[in-house]
């Protein structure tokens, strides 16, 4: 959910009056200039702060405790409880907001789904995850590789639901030839069916008992069946199923009515195959709306299944039919069961979520989470869903419901519902009351978290206020809105420097739409409108559709209206731009320039590129692989093409088939960024010593190429590492040298590297601190510059990393590494503990796992060690110490 959700304290009246053209005014001095008159009430709304929204997510007060809880339980559960299991992982991830670990529970959820309907659910989950990327899929086909090895994209029903739902099939026993037979003449209307006896008897007990029982049937050759609503077509069709076991060249219409027949007269085999027949006939949402009907009337779960497939398919544009919406709000638990068997609560799971990523307060929404409420089963679904569902009765403004969901919630043990009920009572005038909820949770904590000091902080004011939200910034330096509040706090004072220096602390580390937009509204009270376009262009190159002033005006609006006070630059211009801010390494004001540039520049295929290197270097995947894709999509011929195809396939995991794709670009025609590309995926790709020779040949045939000073900086860069790994210092300091004369300013670090392993480490000290001066709060350069001092300065340096990018684990490790050097176990463990409260990091976890088991805490070291197994199943050496402290649990 971008933005925020509005505040309670925003009146209807300020919305509808909002108007950003009164801050834009084309004739200057019609607005105050910021410093010499105090603010108007247009720039006092202009940084209004938003309250943080109660988020719809689980959020436990111990994620390592539930973490490890449930790799516990994966270890020894029956099979059938495994996906439910990775959900709720998914849901811790999702809490934590680690968007990788997410993707990677749903992706085992889906592998470890132990019926079909958790396959089509899980499935669908995954392919809604993987939106826009299905370039990734065909350019594995291309590449003569499986397209499952992108994820699922359809689960064929009729291949699984065989064994799943409803048991093998047996052959029809039929009649020895040794056998008299003796017919049966059925009247529908006026038609008469002549019918092998035996073999209708043995389509159920109910026609065995009518046709060999007590029954006056049994002594009939002629019995009516017009009143039982089958055609004569259709009793036609039995009749032959009951000779040979199949309903081949069956009409739909003719099906339903076998349907039903069987139903009425519990003919399981002949309802199977027609089940199965059904659901191989849907191949659009009209045919699911009309059969699933039908599947939930006479129980037919194969019928139900190949309908919800088809209807998850197509997600989120299904939730758009109102037929659709009303199948899955208006179900109950028979037919819940019988459409999606035992996966309700994932169902809806991944429902309310689609839902509330729309729009969290529309009425379908609320239903969606109503059924995820009825679907859950044990606690943590029950938190879950009481949570969710809650916060959507507060957005409603429906505070009664959302106080009964919150309450249920926290007494199931989700203490983040306090929140909400927080909310609640303040919205009723008890602001006191509030408070005291928020103190008490946090006295009765045995390790508070920075939430809980941020939603007190909204119920007290001055010192107090002030005091909460920078311990809220000590404990989780990742919450946006202290900063936010300080730094708007700030700058209503008229202290300007110190409000952009807030701001621009948490957008050194964190990329955050809501920071930039209120430093954007800064930079536009201070009529800086060259700065506010560059904050706009970046907000827009992350989000195209993104929304501003709490979603009431499109950011694309408020750009336009901004670039009628900024000089407009020429292409040779944005050109000197881009190296400045390259150089400088301001990723930020790269993305501004590159976002002006493709309005009129024709290379746009480049410029795409370019641009995702930038979005990677920021953290920001998803915003990175739409930008490589509008690459490929504007790519200027094949072999251009080819070459963002296999930055695609490369980023995504599939080193080898990117290879493939640079291969086939270099037939077609040599160029850099083929070569490049080779060079890098081999280069990480490969174990082996001997192929560096190959990644240095590749490089060097880049260079040759033509290209601009901002690759060739980046190759020569590469190249330097490559020599550097081969211990040819001399050929690296070569390259590091000629990359810094084309402003390259990120080889100081390579050359950093040759000065310390040439035993100059006050050289290598000193080429660090020339990169710190170039560039932008480079927290990667003070932590790279910390290996070339004396402990003392390592210390210092160590500390601006955690000051500059608190999301860096390294710093917590090295202080921790020195505390348990000195005996100081108890501050070592606290210090790595300070991190994990915010970051859920293998690294992290093994260190104070490592710690715990060094101390004889072996109930601690266990914990650690799941936890960390739930965030990589696969680290060699956390398997290694799970397994040796699990050999000595009491």
């Known amino acids: 959910m971008k933005g925020f959700f509005p505040s309670e304290s925003c009146k209807e009246s300020q919305l509808s009056s909002f108007n950003p053209q ?209 055609s004569a077509s259709g009793f036609i069709a039995v009749s032959r199923f009951s000779t040979t076991g199949n309903l081949n060249e069956v009409s739909s219409n003719i099906l339903l009515e076998i349907l039903v027949f069987a139903n009425k007269f519990c003919c399981e085999k002949l309802k199977d195959a027609c089940d199965r027949k059904l659901a191989l006939l849907i191949t659009s949402r009209d045919d699911a709306v009309e059969l699933m009907e039908y599947a939930l009337e006479e129980n037919a779960p194969v019928l139900a299944a190949s309908c919800l497939q088809q209807f998850l398919r197509e997600l989120p544009n299904c939730l758009d039919d109102d037929r659709v919406v009303e199948i899955f709000v208006s179900a109950n638990k028979q037919e819940r069961q019988i459409m999606v068997g035992s996966a309700a609560f994932p169902l809806y799971c991944l429902l309310s979520e689609v839902a509330m990523s729309v729009d969290s307060h529309s009425d379908k929404t609320a239903y969606f989470l109503e059924q995820l409420v009825n679907s859950a089963e044990c606690d943590r679904q029950k938190m879950l869903a009481f949570h969710q569902l809650g916060c959507v009765r507060l957005l409603r403004k429906e505070y009664d419901e959302a106080e009964c969901l919150f309450e249920t919630a926290l007494n199931l043990g989700h203490t983040y519902s306090v929140s909400g009920l927080a909310r609640l009572v303040y919205i009723r005038g008890h602001q006191d009351l509030a408070y005291d909820k928020l103190s008490l949770v946090i006295s009765s904590s045995l390790h508070p978290l920075g939430w809980m000091y941020q939603e007190r902080s909204l119920y007290c004011e001055g010192s107090q206020k002030v005091e909460d939200l920078e311990k809220a910034t000590e404990l989780d330096p990742t919450l946006t809105y202290p900063y936010m509040f300080r730094a708007a706090s700030l700058m209503r004072n008229q202290n300007v420097q110190a409000a952009l220096a807030e701001i621009n602390r948490v957008l050194g580390f964190k990329l955050a739409l809501e920071c930039l937009e209120l430093r954007f509204c800064f930079y536009l009270a201070l009529e800086d409108y060259r700065a506010a376009l560059c904050d706009i262009q970046a907000i827009l190159t992350l989000s195209p559709d993104y929304r501003m ?88 011929t094949v072999h251009e093409r080819l070459v963002y195809e296999g930055w695609i396939l490369y980023d995504t995991g599939h080193c080898e088939e990117g290879l493939q794709k640079a291969e086939e670009s270099i037939r077609i025609k040599r160029s850099f960024e083929a070569f490049f590309l080779k060079a890098y995926a081999l280069a990480d790709s490969s174990l082996d010593v001997s192929c560096s020779s190959t990644v240095i040949s590749l490089l060097e045939d880049a260079l040759k190429c ?52 040439r035993n100059d480490k006050a050289a290598a000290y000193e080429e660090m601190t020339k990169l710190i001066e170039k560039a932008r709060n480079n927290a990667s350069a003070y932590e790279k510059r910390s290996e070339y001092c004396d402990r003392d300065l390592t210390k210092i340096d160590l500390e601006m990393v955690t000051k500059l990018d608190p999301l860096r684990v390294y710093p917590y490790r090295y202080r921790a590494a020195v505390l348990m050097d000195s005996q100081k176990e108890k501050e070592a463990i606290e210090e790595l503990s300070r991190a994990i409260a915010f970051k859920a990091d293998l690294h992290l976890l093994h260190l104070r796992a490592a710690f715990h088991e060094h101390i004889g805490d072996v109930t601690g070291a266990l914990r650690d060690c799941r936890a960390a197994l739930s965030v990589d199943p696969n680290h060699q050496e956390m398997l290694e110490l799970h397994s040796r402290v699990n050999s000595h649990e009491p």
């Not at 270890?75 to 670990?101: A, H, T």
């Not at 749903?106 to 370039?135: D, M």
């Not at 064994?163 to 059925?186: C, I, Y």
């Not at 590129?609 to 953290?619: A, G, H, I, V, Y």
């Open 549 to 636: 002033f709490e979603g009431r005006v499109a950011a694309s609006q408020l750009r336009i209206l901004v670039r009628e006070h900024v000089e407009n630059w020429t292409a040779a211009d944005c050109w000197l731009q881009l190296y400045d801010r390259w150089s400088s390494v301001d990723d930020i004001g790269s993305l501004s320039v590159i976002y002006q540039m493709l309005e009129s520049d024709a290379l746009k295929g480049v410029l795409y590129f370019r641009q995702s290197l930038l979005l990677l270097r920021l953290n920001c995947p998803k915003a990175a692989m739409r930008s490589l894709q509008l690459a490929r999509q504007h790519a200027s």
């Open 22 to 230: 009164s801050w834009l005014q084309v004739e200057r001095g019609k607005l105050s200039k910021f410093g010499s008159h105090p603010f108007d009430s247009s720039i006092e709304s202009l940084i209004k702060i938003p309250e943080p929204p109660v988020l719809p997510f689980f959020k436990p007060v111990d994620y390592v405790q539930v973490l490890a809880e449930i790799h516990e339980e994966l270890e020894s559960c029956p099979k059938n409880d495994r996906s439910n299991l990775y959900l709720l992982q998914y849901e811790v991830f999702r809490g934590l907001g680690e968007v990788k670990l997410m993707r990677r529970s749903l992706r085992s959820a889906w592998q470890k789904a132990n019926s079909v309907h958790e396959k089509i659910v899980f499935g669908a989950w995954l392919k809604y995850e993987k939106q826009g990327e299905e370039v990734i899929a065909d350019s594995l086909a291309t590449c003569g590789k499986c397209a499952e090895e992108f994820g699922p994209v359809d689960i064929p029903v009729q291949l699984d639901l065989d064994a799943s739902l409803l048991g093998s099939q047996e052959t029809l026993l039929l009649v020895t030839s040794d056998h008299v037979l003796k017919n049966v003449t059925f009247r529908i209307g006026d038609n008469r069916i002549v019918c092998d006896r035996q073999r209708i008897a043995r389509l159920s007990a109910p026609f065995n008992a009518m046709l060999n029982g007590c029954f006056s049937e049994s002594l009939r050759d002629d019995i009516d069946l017009s009143e039982n609503n089958i």
């Open 706 to 757: 033509p290209s601009d000073r901002l690759r060739k900086g980046q190759a020569l860069n590469n190249l330097g590492s490559v020599y550097v790994d081969c211990g040819k210092l001399d050929s690296a300091a070569d390259c590091y040298i000629n990359a810094l004369k084309i402003r390259h300013t990120r080889a100081h670090q390579g050359l950093a590297r040759v000065h310390y392993l």
